[in-house]
């Protein structure tokens, strides 16, 4: 019997924000919500909460063969690799 575990990755903002809040006239600061409230210390506090809430995290991360030899050629072509935290909770 095979089982399988299906793992999902927690993809918090990114510096596409910083972008996003550039073309956005509709903000916190003219009392909106707009895309600036992701850059808000509040959201980032909700987020770290959240996190700590669902286990997100890298460590123990155990990759399986295809994903191993996938890595390991990235590294031997010099692309940059990051590991992706994972809800673990």
Not at 10 to 25: F, G, I, Y
Not at 51 to 79: D, F, Q, W
């Amino acid at each position: 019997m095979r089982v399988s575990t299906r793992i999902s990755p927690s993809l918090a903002p990114t510096r596409e924000v910083v972008r996003w809040r550039k073309r956005s006239s509709y903000d916190v600061g003219n009392g909106g919500g707009g895309v600036g409230w992701f850059q808000s210390r509040e959201f980032s506090e909700a987020l770290e909460m959240i996190e700590r809430r669902m286990g997100v995290s890298s460590a123990n991360l155990v990759h399986n063969t295809p994903k191993r030899i996938m890595l390991e050629v990235c590294e031997v072509l010099g692309y940059k690799i990051e590991e992706i935290p994972v809800n673990t909770g």
